[in-house]
């Protein structure tokens, strides 16, 4: 309350405050004071009174003289404030009386010959004795003092209470006065405040207002004087600063002007400096383009020509120079994709794909890829994918097989003996996403700490030393982290020096729908029999085969396992045996041994083995029946295996290959390059294929050729002087609608590797593209798509009666066929025939894994290849059984399953019959 008093209001507060308690205290006290003496007057008063009444009735009251003592009593009334007046004799009778009665009348009065006095409110009485001594002075009033009667005089207060009040309203009015003065005085002291103080709040206002040439007057007093003086002080040195402020804004306002200019030349400048970085990205991207056509170049003349120099009969001498020159090559080219991929991801241009794949079909075929490789050290591969980690997901299955093979082919090179365990499982998931993590432990060498902080840096490898054994650009890693990181996760490493790394990635990937996988209904509820000596990759064989629905019983040995089959412990038989084995558990001179020591207890036997032992175990394979698979083993692979040996659908194809009708004609080609070795490859590669081929070395004889013939396909490569690939295609398609004719398909031969390379080659009128180096199954391939004519088709097959399985229409071996293919060359011949059975098993493995997974491309491919080699061998049946494949497979003709198990047996009959022969 009193913070909200003005100055005005605290002064009078602090003026009269003081002085209103000060005169209230003093009024107070001293009315009191006078009440109190006013008080004891009257009572002395009337003490005084009786006393001198007594000496005068005591002479009146022994003669009893009422006249007497009624004039006395009425004399006495006559005294101030005496009320009333009473005499009594000595016997207590009341001899006169003068005034009212007294107050209270009922009082009682005890009289004895000492004075009494009693006091009420209104009045005060008092008892006086008359003694004997009041008759006389004598020495008988010392002895004889006895009461001859008493006075009773009765005083009131009336008089001394209106004194009193009177007394207290004179110091009332005094002290309103002083008040009232006190107050004029501090109105008059707050008005002098008051003024000067409102004075002040104005010029404080305009101050405020920004009116800062205001000054206050003198104010009167010292202190106001100096406020004020104060004041006007700041308000100059505010206008002073505003006066420099305004001077600082004028000035800064021209240097930013001036600035403004300068950034506006700087933005030219920077936009000049812009375009000719991106004129210089540019130039850089042309430049990376230019130099990949220059290197895949010669590398196509140098990987071409080895191959077909590697067809010929040579020394070994010469045949180990020659796949030493061809590593080689792939190596320098494996390097040059691996720095493209990098300046793809440094530029920005790398785009992901978002597409469903199955997570386990992708690690276990990274594995199955990298086992040769694996198995040449005499190291395990293990894949361990947790049960409840999701399957179907969306994403980048290339890219993310890329980092996989990446990480598993670095941990497969940099350890020397033990295992790489390839793990995945599900960190975080909800019904949208997946938060995956796939690690890739090895027993290798390991990484220090200084190791592990170069590690993905790029060109650099945990060894830089000269002797390192290991090589590479060190771009790998690198781009696996660019590649999850754009995905959207992160790659890590934990490794100890001596014992190993464990390299993992960390992923969030959408979930996609579940893909129809086929279910082995035949195989739940069997008992299967599990052989591996190795603890981790029998686990993962038990959770693939218990994912079938089988029951597992795991055995280290084949002994322990021999003897469980014939003895099983709970009565129940044991149907199947999975036998992951490899020439030091078990030798495959005791294979065929062991095998019919399992059937003779109708137990039928699944083998795995790796790699590097598949051929010689697949020596003693001699029942059909028996199949022979190599690890790591995909989990569809196994179960298809375990499938086939309870009489599924593909272990008891029995139909004969039908033969295919040949072609009316081979295939008419224009190949087009300005790089003569090149031009000779393609020429050479496509005219062994059995096409006819026209070669020109510019986009001008191209044309006068489009011009002059007609062509089936038109083979044409990119960079070239004079005319261009895409300047001699846009000559040709103008050419072509002028002319009205159907347009001939155009396949470009490109050793880019952008990722718009093949957007701007459509754009420009061309229907394909092949990137060098380019082999002859490619050329195959893209003859077949665009042409629907096959290479080779053009030589019509010999009728003869077949050396294989009766009935069969076609000879499994032809060997006169052979030898015309080799041009009369039997070394050749028999070389040509060792290398396709040599490869025959492989090619039927990935021919049944892709027919497994219904992957027509890899179908296509796999079985093209194969097309391709039984054209330098004389197989004739199996060469019709491809071409029947091949082409039933490009129009997508449900027959093509049938054709299939035709290839299938095919390749087994050609296997069997080559171990007879």
Known sequence: MLSQLGIKGRVLLLTLLPTSLLALLLGIYFTSMQLADLQSQLLQRGQMVAEHLAPLTAPALPNSDPALLQRIASKALEQPDVRAVTLYDQDGQMRAHAGPNMLPQTRPVRRTDQPQRLTDRDTTRFIQPILISHLTLGEAAATDDRPLGWIELEISHQGTLLRGYRSLFASLMLIGACLGVAALLALRMSRAINVPLTIIQKGVARLKDGDLQTRLPDLGSREMDQLAAGINRMAAALQNAQEELQHSIEQATEDVRQNLETIEIQNIELDLARKEALEASRIKSEFLANMSHEIRTPLNGILGFTKLLLRNELTPRQR????????????????????????????????????????????????????????????????????????SLVGDSLRLKQVLTNLVSNAIKFTHQGTVAVRAMVEDEDDERAQLRISVSDTGIGLSEDDLRQLFHAFSQADNSISRQAGGTGLGLVISKRLVEQMGGEIGVESVPGQGSDFWISISLPKAEPLDEETCEDLRGLRVALLDGHDLARQALRHQLEDAGLEVLEYANPGELLEAVANSPDARPIELTVLSIDSRSLPPERLGQYLHELEAQGCKALILCPTTDQMLYNQELGDEHQQLLSKPICTRQLHNGLWELRGGRLASRNESPAPLAGQSRPPRLLCVDDNPANLLLVETLLADLGAEVTAVDSGFAAVEQVRRHSFDLIFMDVQMPGMDGLKATEVIRAWETEQARAQTPIVALTAHALANERR?????????????????HQLSQVVLKWTGLSLRGGQPVRPSEPAGEPGSGLPVLDSEEGLRLAAGKADLAADMLAMLLDSLNADRQAILIAWERWDREALIERIHRLHGATRYCGVPQLRAACQRCETLLKQDAPEAHEALEVLDEAIQRLSRTAVTA
Do not use: W
């Open 320 to 391: 180990d120079y020659l796949q030493t020159i061809q590593k080689s090559a792939n190596n320098l080219l494996g390097i040059i994709n691996e720095i493209l991929d990098f300046s793809k991801i440094e530029a920005g241009k790398l785009v992901l794909e978002n597409a469903p794949f199955n997570l386990r079909d992708l690690l276990q075929d990274t594995l199955t890829m990298l086992a040769p490789e694996a198995h040449g050290k005499q190291l395990e591969l293990v894949c361990l994918i947790y049960r409840d980690t999701p399957q």
């Open 760 to 776: 701007a080659l459509l754009q420009g009128g061309m229907d394909d593209y092949l990137t060098k180096p380019i082999n002859e």
